[in-house]
Structures are given as C-alpha cells and as structure tokens.
C-alpha cells in the first residue's frame, strides 16, 4: 500500500530528532531577515506554511508578532514543535493547524493574510494540479499588498529531499509561475549547509501582492 504524503512525513518526525532533519536551522535566517524587510506591523496575520519543527516560530515570537499560524500536514511536526518553544504559555500564543495544502480546508478560513512564508514546501508540489491550487490558494488569502516570502531548492539544488521528488526553481521561473499580480521585491541565492555538511542552494524571493 502506498504511504499517504501525511503518514510520510509524520513517520520522518516521529524517528529524527529535530537536528537531525536535512533542513534543521539554528536560526531561520534569510527567511527572518526578508520577513522583517517588509515591516509589518507586528499584529500581522503571518501563515508558515509546511512549518514543521521551525525555528522560525520562536524567531518570530522573540521579535513581537503576535498574529502567527503554523501549518503542517504532519500532526507529529506541530505537536512536537510545540514542545521545542518554551513552554505552554508561549505555544498558546501560536496558532497551529493542521492541513495539507494540496487540498485546503482550515486553511482557507484565515483571511486578510498579510505574509505567506514556505521554506521548503512548495518546491515538493510537482503536480502541476497542485500547484496551480497552491498559487491560487496563496491569491486569496493574501491581503492586498500582502507579501509572499519563499524558499525553493534552487535549479543546481538537489533532485529529491526526504526520498521525494522536487521541482527546482530560479527566481525568473517564480517569477513566471506567480505572474503579474505578484511583484517581486527582493531575491537571494543561499547556500544551506544540512546538520551532515552536505550543501544545498536555495532560491529566495520577497513579492508583494498587486
Ligand atoms: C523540508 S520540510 C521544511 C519544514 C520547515 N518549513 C523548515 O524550514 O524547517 C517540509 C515540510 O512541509 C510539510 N509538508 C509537506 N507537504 C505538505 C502539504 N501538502 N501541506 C502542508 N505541509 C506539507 C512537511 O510535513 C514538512 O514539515
């Protein structure tokens, strides 16, 4: 029997410990970095989409925002990333949700988004169907002027992740799959460094709605 992608990710959370993951970050930097180069107030709706066991979470509660939904198809991820904040008080400030993008439902009840962070995610969508749901999923929620900060395998990246394929992208062929309603703002090559040493480049890009 085939693994759901659901079951997939949750039996790579149950087994690794979090520095152990291929995308473990100390900190989430370049994400934060953009993140803060588009000085949102810090009540905000901010979506971490494939959040995962992120750092990013506790980046962004020490710098003040307030208004944060971690999503993940992967129960197991959150459940433990809850854990890895400092406690019970600071994980009731997170909003945290379980749902896979490919086919959206809790998601789609979070309007007015004002930023749409994936690290890593949609770089997994090689289904141009679920693609084509991603964009458009990313469209409505985002407020006007919203901001969409991405980090995809970069095309000199690597071919699979975790035993899944990607799709690698450069910021000309983001460019060209999020079309003229977004623009871009900012975009970076990042060379990753995995907990084995290993290298991964990583194409970054800010756009902005409208
Ligand atoms: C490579 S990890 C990156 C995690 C996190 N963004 C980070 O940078 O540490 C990919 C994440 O996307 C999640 N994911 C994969 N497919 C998904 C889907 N269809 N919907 C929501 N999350 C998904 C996985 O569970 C996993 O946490």
New binding site residues.
Partial sequence: METS?KEH?NEIYAKKANTELG?Y?AKSSPSIELIEGCSLPKESRIVD????T?ILISNLLALGYQNIHA????NV?LQKARTLLGGEEESARVNWIV????NPSAVLELDNVALWHD???FH?LTDENDQKIYRSTIEKMLMPSGFLVMATFALSGAEK??GLSVQRYSVKSLKDFFGDGFKLIESLEHIYEMPSGDLRPFTYVCFQKG
């Avoid at 999503?71 to 992967?74: N, T």
């Avoid at 749902?99 to 490919?102: H, P, W, Y």
């Fill in positions: 992608q990710w995308w970050e989409i494939g959040s995962g992120s999503v993940d198809i992967s991820a749902d896979d993008i490919t690290r890593a995610v997994f992740c975790s």
